[in-house]
């Protein structure tokens, strides 16, 4: 089936030779902090559900791209594979996820990927630097717009993978967008692969520059979260 996703995303050799391996570790390596271990849900939920934001001119035209609370390295690490023109950061706070996703990023054999040990609202560096922000399974996206509006350019976007569309979520977005600078369009449905449901990206594009009180210190986007927001993570698995 990796044939079939590079055939549909214009991907050549290298970059199935890759996706190949990727697949490889997140089924066999017992390290792997992921949960799902059979091969065709791992090709599903993590490869081909992370290469639908390829159908996204914005997704395949960004230059400089971060991954927020990349985990076992998805979507970040399927980016970077397909996109080898791009230089990829992918963030995470936990220190073992981050030797994880070391160790796959050498034996992908990606110069285009970095990891950040750090928590999004830690890492100065990024500030102000990105075209595309992405975020799986992360935080409400009230949350995770506040993580991500600091880090992105003007006319950036921030890019949230979704399950079922939750009508408060959204609305507690919507407002805190407002105070971030951010316009959020309608979400978009995806197909990701063959019977795939309820499968949505969220994207919110930087209209204005984000305000100079962002980021708040640590822990406050969650404790304190703009618009009130309260929903669960997603209903989107990853792990």
């Not at 980016?79 to 950061?89: C, D, F, R, T």
């Not at 073992?96 to 990023?105: D, P, V």
């Not at 750090?118 to 935080?139: N, Y």
């Amino acid at each position: 089936m990796i044939e079939a996703f590079a055939r549909r995303y214009g991907l050549d050799r290298a970059a199935e030779g890759r996706l190949a391996t990727l697949l490889d570790a997140l089924t066999g390596d017992p390290l792997a902090p992921t949960s799902v271990r059979d091969p065709r849900r791992v090709l599903e939920d993590h490869l081909a559900d992370s290469l639908v934001a390829l159908d996204l001119a914005a997704v395949r035209n960004a230059a400089q791209i971060a991954d927020l609370g990349s985990g076992a390295g998805v979507p970040g690490l399927p980016l970077a594979i397909a996109l080898p023109g791009a230089e990829v950061y992918l963030v995470e706070s936990n220190g073992r996820k981050c030797q994880f996703i070391s160790r796959l990023i050498a034996a992908c054999g990606l110069a285009n990927a970095t990891v950040v040990n750090a928590r999004a609202e830690d890492w100065p560096d990024g500030l102000g630097r990105f075209d595309l922000v992405t975020a799986r399974a992360l935080a409400p996206l009230a949350v995770v717009a506040e993580y991500a509006a600091p880090l992105l350019r003007l006319g950036g976007t921030l890019l949230v993978w979704r399950g079922r569309r939750d009508p408060a979520d959204e609305q507690s977005a919507l407002v805190a967008a407002g105070e971030l600078g951010l316009d959020m369009p309608e979400a978009i449905a995806v197909d990701p692969y063959p019977g795939a449901a309820n499968r949505h990206l969220q994207p919110m594009i930087k209209r204005a520059p984000t305000p100079q009180r962002f980021p708040r210190r640590t822990g406050m986007a969650r404790k304190r979260p703009l618009g009130g927001a309260s929903a669960p993570t997603s209903d989107r698995r990853r792990r």
